[in-house]
């Protein structure tokens, strides 16, 4: 293989033993990296893990390393475990940082840890994984970081040098393969010059805005017409197309506008058509009324993909798109994330998503390339195009410069322990877990008084787990040695697990209290009646959790523990009474996609659950009950040796 120059500048690090971070575009070649470390590892008789921050990049990254080492490679992402002994092992972040806090794992035969997107340790919601993991990461182990672009990447360097001790060599690669070329669609005004739009698109009948100004709402404007845009890619050969809009319905509404289109000719019509069936019969989806609705779309060379649709369906939009067979596809964000699927044309739908928390804001100028490198094809195309879709309603010119030629935002910790993760320091370091502090990244870039905010934090959840009798004076208890294990819903778990009311639960009920658990309704969904048993349930757990938050927030802890949202209950209970997928998703508001993923953290709760200090016929009960949740659709391994 013929490598760049700064692919051989990491490898030459990584041929000296060193530890390597390397910054650089999406669609540079940082996977090449990756591959090389895993080959080098195995001639040396050592074993690598692979971290990715989503399930879909680690099924994918399992499929691409198998291709060339099947036995060698194996896969733990908490509801797929697939040759888990073996050299190599792809699993999430979360699975990583669990085993690194397990006093029983050893570790000790694997040399190398790759966290692919390490820039995710400043993901709002699960970024303290990244920075957990990266704390307690075993000394003997090399580290490969691969990220775009990261202003403050020697930040990071000299903050994990300082706790690790040992150097850590920095690559960065400003240039793509592929360059890129910006355009702008306004008031259905094709703008290939910035200036020119900043002057004309921000236009309107009595009047213009300033750079900072938004177009008043009471103003009508000429619409960005989609048939206009996209018949001007067909006529400028810049087909394939990436279309990004950050929302599962409008990704299926715009997709169904592209019926007017027809991309295909007769011969690559057949053909795409005689592989989607094939794939749709390989994934049990021959008669699916999705696969069916999506089979009209293809035909033309049109798909849609997001969460909300059955993974299996997912997989087989992805297959015929990496195979260059379709003209167009709308998808949402996780298409850009890692996943190789480039085209020639991106297109922005708009320009501001939804940040958890924070609400709906402007795109960062991280995620907008993270997005937008997903254009060019490296050897296929000489140029890749961006068409970014403006609404001077909502964007103003300023605003919009921003994203798309300001410098990419620095990484910020976002470090937050939970109490399983403190739970099992305390195992370890009892009192003194307040010292591995200063070993974050949080310490390392924040403020004093910050520092002390995030240590108070840290003390009020062993005074709550210390009142709550999760640790006495000898250690952890057995109940702190139940919640140690479950990550993320460990105190209401751990509760109801002590006071005994789990036992008491059928399998059904105690599958639709895990669900509710883990469950996070979106805008819109609604809650089915409940029965008379249901309800005694769901007001259990509002109990347990309301005298948990009333801690919290007496404690002043921002993050508190979730509430229960049974919304799920009767397509739990209708799966788990053996009801084939269909009929019991259709007892959801929820897409067929969100309840197969909420189906699968089900079984992910239960896995741990089964690892728990717990009675043997309990033990018996949620391992039967994951195998009961665990088929069909909703079962990861099957998809993946298919």
């Not at 010059?193 to 709402?217: I, M, N």
């Not at 094939?278 to 969460?307: I, M, N, Q, T, W």
Request: proline share 4%.
């Amino acid at each position: 293989m013929i490598y760049d120059e700064f692919q051989l500048k990491a490898i030459q690090y990584i041929d000296q033993g060193h530890s390597v971070i390397v910054s650089a575009p999406t669609g540079a070649g940082k996977t090449a990296i990756a591959e090389y470390v895993i080959q080098e590892a195995l001639k040396r008789g050592q074993k690598v893990i692979y971290t990715a921050p989503i399930k879909a990049l680690s099924n994918q990254k399992f499929r691409d390393f198998q291709a060339t080492n099947p036995e060698m490679i194996g896969i733990l992402t908490g509801d797929v475990t697939i040759n888990s002994s073996a050299p190599v092992l792809i699993m999430t972040t979360e699975i990583f940082r669990n085993k690194i806090l397990d006093p029983n794992m050893d570790l000790s035969s694997y040399g190398w840890i790759i966290f692919d997107e390490i820039h995710y340790i400043d993901d709002s919601e699960r970024g303290t994984v990244w920075e957990e993991s990266l704390i307690f990461m075993p000394e003997h182990m090399r580290l490969l970081g691969l990220s775009a672009t990261i202003p403050n990447i020697d930040e990071l360097k000299h903050w994990l040098e300082q706790i690790h001790r040992q150097p850590i060599m920095i690559v960065k690669e400003d240039r793509r393969p592929v360059p890129l070329k910006v355009l702008f669609q306004c008031q259905s005004k094709i703008y290939d010059d910035w200036e020119k739009l900043a002057k004309y698109g921000y236009q309107y009948p009595g009047g213009h805005c300033s750079p900072t100004q938004r177009v008043p709402h009471a103003v009508k404007l000429h619409p960005n017409r989609l048939t206009t845009l996209v018949q001007e890619l067909k006529d400028a050969n810049r087909l394939p197309c990436i279309y990004f809009v950050f929302s599962r319905k409008q990704a299926e509404l715009l997709a169904e506008e592209m019926m007017t289109f027809d991309f295909l000719d007769q011969e690559k019509k057949i053909k795409i058509l005689e592989e989607f069936d094939k794939l749709c019969k390989r994934f049990d989806l021959v008669g699916e009324p999705s696969a069916e609705k999506l089979r009209s779309l293809v035909g033309r060379g049109v798909a849609y993909h997001h969460a909300g649709m059955l993974p299996t369906l997912k997989e087989v939009v992805e297959q015929i798109f990496t195979q260059r067979l379709l003209s167009i596809i709308f998808t949402t964000e996780t298409f850009a994330l890692g996943i190789n699927m480039p085209a020639r044309t991106v297109i922005f739908d708009e320009l501001s998503k939804y940040y958890g928390r924070k609400g709906f804001e402007i795109l960062r100028t991280r995620d907008f390339y993270q997005m937008a490198g997903r254009a060019g094809r490296r050897s296929i195309d000489v140029e890749g195009f961006v068409f970014c879709r403006v609404n001077p309603h909502y964007i103003s010119a300023a605003e919009l410069q921003r994203v798309v030629y300001g410098r990419p935002e620095k990484v910020n910790s976002q470090f937050n322990a939970s109490y399983a993760t403190i739970l099992n320091l305390y195992r370890v370091h009892g009192e003194r877990l307040y010292d591995i502090y200063p070993d974050s990244f949080h310490f390392y870039q924040e403020s004093k008084n910050n520092r002390k905010r995030a240590v108070y934090a840290m003390r009020a959840k062993v005074d709550i787990l210390k009142e709550l009798r999760y640790i006495d004076r000898r250690g952890l208890t057995e109940k702190g040695d139940f919640a140690s294990q479950i990550y993320g819903y460990e105190l209401i778990l751990s509760e109801l697990f002590e006071a005994g009311y789990l036992d008491k639960l059928t399998l059904p009920e105690l599958a639709i209290l895990i669900g509710a658990i883990i469950y996070e309704p979106r805008k819109g969904m609604t809650k089915p009646h409940l029965n008379h048993r249901i309800l005694s349930i769901q007001d259990k757990t509002f109990e347990v959790v309301k005298h948990i938050n009333r801690m919290e927030r007496s404690t002043g802890l921002q993050d508190r523990t979730k509430l229960s949202y049974f919304h799920l209950t009767n397509a739990i209970d209708a799966w788990v009474r053996g009801k084939d997928f269909g009929e019991a998703s259709q007892q959801a508001s929820a897409d067929e996609g969100e309840v197969v993923r909420y189906f699968r953290m089900i079984i992910q709760v239960l896995r741990q659950m089964a690892e728990c200090p717990v009675t043997e016929e309990f033990r018996k009960k949620v391992k039967d009950l994951a195998h009961i949740i665990n088929r069909d659709v909703v079962d990861s391994e099957k998809q993946l040796r298919s």
